[in-house]
C-alpha cells in the first residue's frame, strides 16, 4: 500500500522562515508543499486553489493574522487542519488560536523531528488524539474530514 504525501500550506511572512520550513517538509519524508502565503489575508484563496491537508500558520502577520486567518477557513466546510507557529510564548495568543479551530501549536524553535511529527500528527488527529509535539489543545477540535484522502493515511 502506497502511503500519499502530507500536503502543506506554509504561511509567514517571512520569506527565510517558509524558506527552512519547506526544506524540513520535502517529499521524500512524506510531505508535500503546495502552496506558501506571507498573510493571513492569502490562506482562503490558497486553500481553495490547493486543498492542503495540513497548513503551518503562523500567529503574527502584519494585515491579517494568523488567528484570524484560521478562524475564517475553519468556517468553511471541510477545512484543513491548522497547525499554528510562533516565536511568542503567549498563552493568551496560543488559546487564541485554539478557540479559532487551530488543532494544534508548534514554538519556531522547535526541532525539525518536532515539526514533522506535529504536522503528521495534525494531519491525522481525531478530537480525542489532537495534539502538538509540546502539549495538548486545551479542547477538541472537529475530526478530520472523511474524503478521498482516507486513503492516504499512514499506518
Known amino acids: 500500500m502506497t502511503v500519499e504525501a502530507v500536503r502543506v500550506l506554509l504561511v509567514d511572512d517571512q520569506d527565510l522562515v ?3 520550513l519547506q526544506r524540513i517538509l520535502r517529499p521524500k519524508d512524506g510531505f508535500a508543499v503546495v502552496g506558501e502565503c506571507t498573510d493571513g489575508e492569502e490562506v482562503e484563496g ?3 486553489a490547493h486543498d ?12 491579517v493574522d494568523g488567528i ?10 471541510d477545512p484543513p487542519a491548522v497547525l499554528a507557529l510562533t516565536t511568542f510564548d503567549d498563552d493568551e495568543l496560543l488559546s487564541g488560536a485554539l478557540r479559532a479551530g487551530a488543532a494544534g501549536f508548534l514554538p519556531k524553535d522547535s526541532s525539525a523531528e518536532e515539526l514533522t511529527r506535529a504536522v503528521r500528527t495534525v494531519a491525522h488527529a481525531t478530537p480525542s488524539s489532537t495534539r502538538s509535539s509540546r502539549g495538548a489543545c486545551s479542547r477538541p477540535t472537529a475530526p478530520r474530514r472523511p474524503s478521498s484522502r482516507t486513503s492516504r493515511q499512514m499506518s
Not at 52 to 63: F, Q, T
Not at 68 to 75: G, K, L
Open 18 to 20: 517558509r524558506s527552512g
Open 46 to 48: 490558497a486553500v481553495a
Open 52 to 63: 492542503p491537508d495540513v497548513v503551518v500558520m503562523d500567529l503574527r502577520m502584519r494585515r
Open 68 to 77: 484570524e486567518a484560521t478562524r475564517r477557513i475553519r468556517r468553511h466546510s
